[in-house]
């Protein structure tokens, strides 16, 4: 039966509301005016007659199946459709052929691919001939990042197109329409109505769904905040560890701490840890902030992150998760300096360059009689000991001019150590031209 309301384009009544409710042209898709709009990309090609192969980038249920079957239907196209969790490289050989003789006959086709980044290289590589030869206009549907998911080949091939998760606006006209379908008001306080809106985290698709079940419920109950998080299940949000998502949101979180803004780097560590983020690998980049982006300026904050990750070892969650917040916003309101990761990076740069040079004689281990009759050690002055506690010598190689790495700007515990290395720099230059001040150790 379900083959016969397919057949003459009616959905069944028992159908689902997202399908009974999705657009009939791309006026009615939300959301995505960037792109549809007035002046946007694909509304310029549908405009101009003539489609042009693409990927639709963007969240679940931000409406990137409509569009491509919208698109074929506004364009004249033949609408084919295959998915790349269920079709293999029979399936797009038959939708090769089918878009062929269709061709021949005159009639363009569209192959929508969904979830396109689960084919394999080679399998992406079968798509070119076809595409170049204009057998088939592609639109291939992702929810991943197609710079990492994608040949390079295929994408020169294709255009991108980035879908937005659906805002609130965008999701309440959606609750409108149901509505209006429905012929009944979803039975919500206003609070709760936004907290579904909350809920749906900008999956249109999902909110139709959670709705479904609202529409169940008898007309004369009215839920708030409480009874709609009685009757709805919480979704999980939309994170994935292993992809741009995890990557977007560390990426986040380092930003906002280097940024010195530890409300902000708060939201994006408590996001990756409702997430399901392994709270260890969160430590370890919190270390790393500490020792890239604050440094010398607060020495303390290399402290207080291993402190954190061993709080969470013996804690753990979700108790341990606190002292990861605490090293967040200690690194986040510290003064902030890159003077010993750029000097690091200059120094590696230089020990390249300079390959093996030795260091001078008088710094060089003399254990041994033949060592100290080569000169090993001699005249190696005591800085400790000598009247100044600094002795001027020069430590470089020899071969090697002198060279300075770490530039201090003077934030935080770093001001004295400027001071200092100032200081340093103006006795040393003054012993060069007095001469080298006078051993007291060896």
């Given at each position: 039966?379900?083959?016969?309301?397919?057949?003459?384009?009616?959905?069944?009544?028992?159908?689902?509301?997202?399908?009974?409710?999705?657009?009939?042209?791309?006026?009615?898709?939300?959301?995505?005016?960037?792109?549809?709009?007035?002046?946007?990309?694909?509304?310029?090609?549908?405009?101009?007659?003539?489609?042009?192969?693409?990927?639709?980038?963007?969240?679940?249920?931000?409406?990137?199946?409509?569009?491509?079957?919208?698109?074929?239907?506004?364009?004249?196209?033949?609408?084919?459709?295959?998915?790349?969790?269920?079709?293999?490289?029979?399936?797009?050989?038959?939708?090769?052929?089918?878009?062929?003789?269709?061709?021949?006959?005159?009639?363009?086709?569209?192959?929508?691919?969904d979830e396109i980044h689960r084919f394999n290289r080679a399998q992406q590589d079968g798509f070119l001939p076809f595409v170049e030869a204009g057998v088939v206009t592609l639109v291939g549907a992702t929810t991943e990042n197609p710079s990492f998911e994608l040949n390079g080949a295929l994408l020169s091939r294709s255009q991108v197109y980035v879908l937005k998760r659906l805002d609130d606006a965008a999701l309440d006209q959606l609750l409108g329409r149901a509505e209006a379908h429905m012929e009944r008001a979803l039975p919500l306080t206003p609070e709760a109505r936004q907290a579904m809106l909350a809920l749906a985290d900008g999956d249109g698709r999902y909110l139709l769904?959670?709705?479904?079940?609202?529409?169940?419920?008898?007309?004369?109950?009215?839920?708030?905040?409480?009874?709609?998080?009685g009757v709805l299940q919480r979704r999980a949000p939309a994170y994935d560890k292993s992809r741009e998502e995890?990557?977007?949101?560390?990426?986040?979180?380092?930003?906002?701490?280097?940024?010195?803004?530890?409300?902000?780097?708060?939201?994006?560590?408590?996001?990756?840890?409702?997430?399901?983020?392994?709270?260890?690998?969160?430590?370890?980049?919190?270390?790393?902030?500490?020792?890239?982006?604050?440094?010398?300026?607060?020495?303390?904050?290399?402290?207080?992150?291993?402190?954190?990750?061993?709080?969470?070892?013996?804690?753990?969650?979700?108790?341990?998760?606190?002292?990861?917040?605490?090293?967040?916003?200690?690194?986040?309101?510290?003064?902030?300096?890159?003077?010993?990761?750029?000097?690091?990076?200059?120094?590696?740069?230089?020990?390249?360059?300079?390959?093996?040079?030795?260091?001078?004689?008088?710094?060089?281990?003399?254990?041994?009689?033949?060592m100290k009759s080569l000169g090993y050690g001699k005249g190696y002055q005591y800085d400790p000991s000598t009247p100044e506690g600094f002795s001027g010598t020069n430590f470089f190689p020899d071969e090697m001019e002198r060279r300075t790495f770490y530039k201090p700007k003077g934030e935080g515990h770093e001001e004295k150590v400027k001071a200092r290395l100032e200081r340093w720099a103006a006795m040393r230059a003054r012993m060069a031209a007095d001469g080298p001040v006078d051993a007291v150790g060896d």
């Open positions: 039966m379900s083959d016969l309301f397919e057949a003459s384009g009616i959905l069944p009544p028992d159908a689902p509301l997202a399908d009974r409710l999705r657009p009939r042209t791309l006026d009615e898709v939300v959301g995505q005016d960037h792109l549809l709009g007035p002046g946007g990309p694909i509304r310029r090609m549908i405009e101009a007659g003539r489609l042009g192969s693409m990927i639709l980038w963007g969240p679940p249920g931000t409406g990137k199946t409509t569009i491509a079957r919208l698109l074929a239907q506004a364009a004249g196209y033949e609408y084919q459709a295959i998915s790349a969790v269920f079709s293999g490289v029979a399936d797009l050989k038959k939708a090769f052929e089918a878009a062929r003789l269709r061709r021949a006959a005159g009639q363009s086709t569209l192959l929508f691919v769904t959670m709705s479904e079940v609202l529409f169940d419920l008898p007309e004369d109950e009215r839920l708030d905040v409480q009874g709609l998080a995890h990557y977007n949101l560390i990426s986040a979180l380092h930003k906002s701490v280097r940024g010195s803004d530890p409300d902000a780097a708060l939201y994006w560590l408590a996001r990756m840890l409702n997430g399901g983020e392994d709270p260890l690998y969160l430590a370890r980049r919190i270390v790393r902030m500490a020792v890239e982006d604050i440094g010398e300026a607060d020495p303390l904050s290399i402290l207080v992150a291993n402190a954190a990750k061993d709080a969470y070892d013996f804690l753990g969650s979700p108790e341990g998760e606190l002292a990861l917040a605490q090293a967040v916003v200690h690194l986040a309101t510290a003064p902030k300096s890159v003077g010993v990761y750029e000097a690091f990076k200059a120094a590696k740069k230089a020990a390249y360059e300079t390959g093996s040079l030795m260091p001078p004689a008088h710094i060089r281990n003399a254990p041994t009689k033949l």
